[in-house]
């Protein structure tokens, strides 16, 4: 088994770019998935296989996977992408989540 | 319209037992790897077992081993989980979701999930 680290908190202006982190040795080994998950909802994919974006995902997101870090980037950031990100690093033979990033947009 | 909605969650004391279902609409879930997920009060996401769509591939993490069953139903188009020996860290928010068809359970994430229901182990 493995384990992700994030940032607990990532602050943002609206219409800056965010960046939340995700770490693990090997990370960019492993497939990426980020997730959103907005106060009292479930949470939604917004990038898969490190970079790609599922249907109806504003291009805003964007992803990377490389060494020991995966990114996921909100560029021009508002006040509706506020919420916690979380992200999944998989394999053949393992999984894990990181532990949640609080995005606030001040 | 692709959809999940679980149901059966509720109080229940340590050592108690509970089924929890995921009914799945707008596609089969047999067509699918299918996953239970749960989130702790203020905690993150746990994927905890998960069925592959062959049904051949069953995996459960560590601490809920031996305690808990998942299972589906072709003809309902259902996900289950059973869960027994309940204890008070099991409390959680239990989400279904789907993942991959094929042999890359998570190829394209878990991209559709319930609603949540809400599992609580109190005495």
């Known amino acids: 088994s493995f384990e992700l680290s994030q940032p607990p908190s990532v602050s943002v202006s609206p219409g800056q770019t965010a960046n939340i982190t995700c770490s693990a040795d090997?990370?960019?080994?492993?497939?990426v998935c980020w997730y959103q998950q907005k106060s009292g909802q479930s949470p939604v994919l917004v990038i898969f296989?490190?970079?790609r974006r599922p249907s109806g995902i504003p291009e805003r997101f964007s992803g990377s996977n490389s060494g020991n870090t995966a990114t996921l980037t909100i560029s021009e950031t508002q006040a509706i992408d506020e919420a916690d990100y979380f992200c999944?690093?998989?394999?053949?033979?393992?999984?894990?989540f990181g532990g949640g990033t609080k995005l606030t947009v001040l | 319209q692709v959809q999940l909605v679980e149901s059966g969650g509720g109080l229940v004391k340590p050592g108690g037992s509970l089924r929890v279902s995921c009914a799945a609409s707008?596609?089969?879930?047999?067509?699918?790897?299918m996953t239970w997920v749960r989130q702790g009060p203020g905690k993150g996401l746990e994927c905890i077992s998960y069925?592959?769509?062959?049904?051949?591939?069953?995996h459960y993490i560590d601490s809920v081993k031996g305690r808990f069953t998942i299972s589906r139903d072709n003809a309902k188009n259902s996900l289950y989980l059973e869960m027994n020996s309940l204890r008070v860290e099991d409390t959680a928010v239990y989400y279904c979701?789907?993942?991959?068809?094929?042999?890359?359970?998570?190829?394209?994430?878990?991209?559709?999930w319930g609603q949540g229901t809400t599992v609580t182990v109190a005495s």
């Open positions: 979701a789907r993942g991959s068809s094929g042999p890359a359970r998570w190829y394209y994430g878990m991209d559709v």
């Open positions: 069925m592959s769509n062959t049904g051949n591939t069953i």
């Open positions: 707008g596609f089969i879930i047999s067509d699918f790897y």
């Open positions: 999944q690093g998989w394999d053949a033979t393992t999984e894990a």
């Open positions: 090997n990370l960019g080994r492993k497939n």
């Open positions: 296989q490190d970079t």
